[in-house]
Each structure stands twice: as structure tokens, then as C-alpha cells.
């Protein structure tokens, strides 16, 4: 079986970094690796070379977008015509980039090419309902779509009782993370009331009321890592100025993955306080550190800590410092907890998260349309 992989996967330096290119990475690396003699892969890299940034106009974007997918999308067409795959696999975050899939979507049926889509984003329950051009254009991509992948339980649902083909599929951690994890882990001792932030450092991340509730807390320390605009990082500083000063605050700035998990692994909390989210990988790599962790119940993540069952840290609402601030002391005073989170959390991610049985269930999905 041939499949046509329209993903982000390439791991070069000049390519913007995100959730699904991370995905798109581990499953591009498990088929080169481990191989497959059911599947031929056929990748397509859709990787972003111009950063977006918050406050880039609707015809900035457009411009981008065009520039960065013209070749892909050539690429792509070539494939299907000189290999004839039999599944077309294509990734999207919806946006602009909707009118690309739903291009690729029609070239593909009329060369009878099976078609999956693969939604990596959290939103969708409420995206489907909008009656703007998002939301109709996303529910005529899903019309013609053979199979429907998406990363919450809450999206399944919302898709099943329209009759879409619609199947859930957690994202994996990948194996080149467990390795560094079983080297090092060991060897890294965590450091007490010091508190982790990984990720863009943009206002939806929630960094402003984490900022805000770390700023109330006298003994803690915070270390935010990722990509951070100045103007931001000046609010932020001034923010953390309340606490006398502002020296427990560390900005880190981009590191690369190595050193994002030797961060995780010394750090006595992880925290992700964002307003929206899909299946944020950086929750599975802190899950694999043993991190205890605070994030907002957004997205897959009460799924992915499971809030119901065992736990593997504490869930919040989005926009709330005091909920932040109230789960940091609850985590900071209690070592049974953070221990308690720390085994859930390794166990839960080799029971549901390891690559080989994410890759097991994507091929069974293949050979279902």
C-alpha cells in the first residue's frame, strides 16, 4: 500500500518548528527506521520557512502561505500521478490553510486516491459549528473525506453524529526522547520550587497570568523557554516586578530538544497554562521526564493527564491566576503528590503514547478507507 504523507517532518534548522511537524518527524523517522512491508511512504514535506507572527495582516499571510506551499503542493500532484498511491494522508491546522487541503482533497478523488485527513488541532467542536468561511469550508473538506482523524475525544463526538468516518489518534512520543531519558534521566536531580514554561511566549499561552501568579509566590522560581517577542518579554519582566524584583524570572530563549528535555528533567514543575491546545507534544515529554504538571483543562490534555483515572497533575482553567497559583502551592507542598504524578505519568505514556503503537493504529486507519 502506497500512502502520499502531506505533513511538516523535516527536522532542518530553517524550518518553523510546531506541533505537527514534530508528528509529522516521528512518523517519518519510525517508517525510515523500523520500516514497514504493508506500507510504502511517500512523505511530501509542508514545512513552514516564514514565521507568523501574531499581528501578520490577512494578505502578509496569504502571501506567505503561497510562497511556502507552492512547491509542496507541486510536489504532491507529481507524486500522484508518477506513483499512484492508494491513500493520500494529509495533515492540516485549518486557517488559511484550508483552501490548500481542499485543493489537494479534489485532485486526489479524481484519481480515485482514498483520502485521509488528519485535524491537529483542539478547536474543532467548536469550529464545525461557526457559520463563517472556516467553518463551511472545514465541513466541505470533511464531505469528501474518507476518514477523519482528530486528536480529542471531544472532536470525535462532535464529528461522529454528523456520520463522518471519524476516528481518534493521540500523538506519540517519540523514541529519540525515551533514549535521552534512559541516559540522562538519572544522572539529573530536580530543583525545588523551580517552575518550567515551554513553548511560544504569546499572550494564548497564558504566560501573562502565570507571570501574574508566580509574582504572588515568594520562594519560586521561573524559567520560560521558547521563542519571545521583546515587547512581551518587557510586560512580562514589569509583571514580575512585583515581587521586589524581577531577577526569579529567566528567559531562556529557543535551545534545542536535547536541551529541552534536560530542562524537563531538573525542574520541579512543569506548567502550560494555555487558552487552547490540541495534543501538545510538550505534555508528552513531560510526561516521560516524570514531571509533575499543572495545565489547563483545554484540548486533549485532561485526556492526556487523565484527570479522572490516575492522575498525572492538575488541571486548571484557562485565563485564571488564581487556579495557577493554587495549584503551584498545592504541587510546591506536597511531595506525595508530585511522586504520585510523576510514576502515573511514565506509565500512562508508555501504556498509550510509545510510537510503534501510534504507528500500528495510523497503518490500521490506512487500510480501513
Excluded at 249 to 270: A, K, M, N, P, R
Excluded at 275 to 292: D, K, Q, R, T
Aim: charge should be neutral.
Amino acid at each position: 500500500m502506497k500512502v502520499l504523507f502531506c505533513s511538516p517532518y523535516l527536522r532542518s534548522e530553517s524550518i518553523v518548528k510546531g506541533g505537527i511537524n514534530t508528528w509529522g518527524g516521528y512518523i517519518v523517522s519510525y517508517y525510515e527506521n523500523q520500516g514497514d512491508n504493508d506500507v510504502k511512504l511517500l512523505p511530501i514535506s509542508f514545512d513552514r520557512s516564514i514565521y507568523q507572527s501574531a499581528d501578520r495582516c490577512f494578505l502578509g499571510r496569504i502571501i506567505d502561505g503561497l510562497k511556502d506551499y507552492r512547491i509542496p503542493v507541486k510536489s504532491a500532484i507529481e507524486t500522484m500521478k508518477t506513483e499512484k498511491p492508494d491513500v493520500m494522508h494529509l495533515c492540516s491546522s485549518a486557517g488559511y490553510g484550508l483552501f490548500r487541503d481542499i485543493y489537494l482533497l479534489k485532485l486526489a478523488k479524481r484519481r480515485d486516491i482514498k483520502t485521509v485527513i488528519h485535524l491537529h488541532f483542539g478547536k474543532l467542536p467548536e469550529l464545525i459549528k461557526k457559520k463563517n468561511w472556516e467553518g463551511k469550508l472545514l465541513r466541505k473538506i470533511l464531505s469528501y473525506c474518507d476518514a477523519v482523524i482528530v486528536m480529542t475525544r471531544a472532536s470525535q463526538q462532535s464529528l461522529a453524529k454528523d456520520n463522518y468516518n471519524v476516528v481518534y489518534l493521540p500523538n506519540p512520543i517519540g523514541d529519540d526522547i525515551l533514549r535521552i531519558v534512559s541516559n540522562v534521566g538519572e544522572t539529573k536531580q530536580r530543583k525545588l520550587n523551580h517552575l518550567l514554561y515551554i513553548g511560544h511566549v504569546v499572550p494564548n499561552k497564558g504566560v501573562y497570568e502565570l507571570v501574574k501568579a508566580c509574582s504572588q509566590l515568594p520562594d519560586v522560581n521561573m524559567k520560560i523557554v521558547g521563542r519571545c517577542h521583546p515587547h512581551v518579554k518587557e510586560e512580562l519582566i514589569a509583571i514580575a516586578k512585583e515581587r521586589n524584583s524581577s531577577e526569579w524570572l529567566e528567559f531562556v530563549g529557543e535551545i534545542s530538544h536535547y536541551e529541552v528535555i534536560l530542562e524537563l528533567l531538573e525542574t520541579d514543575v512543569f506548567i502550560l497554562p494555555s487558552y487552547s491546545e490540541g495534543f501538545p507534544n510538550v505534555i508528552l515529554e513531560a510526561m516521560a521526564c516524570g514531571c509533575p504538571i499543572i495545565a489547563t483543562d483545554v484540548g486533549a490534555i485532561p485526556e492526556m493527564l487523565d484527570i479522572d483515572g490516575y492522575p498525572c497533575g492538575i488541571c486548571c482553567k484557562p485565563y485564571s491566576v488564581d487556579e495557577i497559583k493554587e495549584a503551584i502551592v498545592t504541587l510546591l507542598d506536597n511531595l506525595e503528590f508530585k511522586r504520585e504524578f510523576s510514576q502515573n505519568a511514565k506509565m500512562r505514556l508508555h501504556n498509550h503514547y510509545t510510537i510503534s503503537r501510534i504507528w500500528n493504529q495510523l497503518v490500521n486507519i490506512w487500510k480501513s478507507v
